[in-house]
């Protein structure tokens, strides 16, 4: 431990004792992170669904981020990584709910996917039922894989069955997906556009609502306090000329953004969302009965 250079420790950081050992000193640099294959493949469906939903900052920031994350991979996490990014068609509108867990998925079955897509491979499935009688069933389907759309927190497989023509089939439900090694024409998915089929097939997703706050605080104060867990802050000043800062806030529920104001300490106003402002207004009554319910 004394003569490694990173992470950092030094005689300062060394703790005596039944209990002791070295502990990271202040300033410290750590080592690069090392991903599994199975891991690298889970964040690069993170940013994918990212770049979906315009978060972090928009699609391109994802898109860039993990082009990078590429150029570093060993050749085999490379290309299913990179096969992920090819076959995922990305809408032109947000598609995911904010804040929401992704439904899980199984890193094989979607690096199997990915590249059966890009390659224009046939590939067999396995394809959980959720519905009626057969819940919990396995059924067969032998499909061409056209594309992997994130939408809201689930992940969809546009495709042709060879049986039933084509389908939309979320990702989380199946088992298993094994390549063929069968290569096919690849056909126009009907209307041009994966994402729109989607859409089509499952309906539009959830409005989302917006809304902009006017929080009357500076914006250091009010980043230094709700910065570990919120973004979107820009600086304001209010109708009186004190500094504020304004925060965008979104999701597909009202009461999700009353929620998250919660976090506020300090004065603030709803500046363009009606009915924000009147989920609150409701729920005011509530709130005080709750702090002084004598």
């Known amino acids: 431990m004394r003569g490694i250079t990173s992470p950092r420790c030094s005689s300062e950081s060394r703790v005596s004792g039944p209990d002791g050992g070295y502990r990271l000193s202040t300033g410290s640099d750590l080592p690069p992170l090392v991903f599994t294959p199975d891991e690298a493949l889970a964040v690069a469906a993170a940013l994918a669904s990212s770049a979906a939903n315009g978060a972090a900052g928009g699609g391109e920031v994802a898109l860039t981020a993990l082009a990078k994350m590429e150029q570093v991979m060993p050749s085999a996490v490379r290309r299913r990584v990179r096969a992920l990014r090819s076959s995922v068609a990305l ?8 804040g929401a867990y992704p439904a899980p998925m199984n890193a094989d079955v979607l690096a199997v996917l990915a590249l059966a897509c890009r390659d224009a491979e046939r590939v067999q499935l396995l394809v959980m039922s959720t519905e009626g009688a057969d819940t919990g069933r396995e059924s067969p389907r032998h499909v061409e894989p056209a594309a992997l759309v994130p939408r809201q927190t689930r992940w969809f497989l546009v495709c042709r069955d060879l049986d039933r023509g084509w389908r939309v089939l979320r990702v989380d439900r199946i088992t298993r997906a094994s390549a063929t090694g069968v290569r096919f024409e690849p056909q126009e998915v009907p209307g041009g556009d994966p994402v729109a089929f989607v859409t089509s097939r499952l309906g539009a997703p959830p409005r989302k609502h917006t809304a902009t706050i006017l929080i009357h605080a500076p914006i250091e104060q009010v980043q230094a306090y709700m910065g570990g867990f919120a973004t ?12 504020a800062t304004y925060w965008r806030i979104a999701d597909v529920r009202l009461e999700v953004l009353a929620g998250g104001l919660l976090w506020v300490r300090w004065p603030f106003e709803v500046i363009d969302s009606p009915e924000l402002a009147g989920l609150l207004r409701d729920r005011a009554a509530a709130f ?5 319910p004598g």
């Open 91 to 98: 809408g032109g509108t947000p598609n995911a709910v904010a």
């Open 232 to 243: 979107d802050f820009a600086p304001a000043t209010t109708p009186a000329g004190q500094a």
């Open 288 to 292: 005080a009965f709750a702090a002084d």
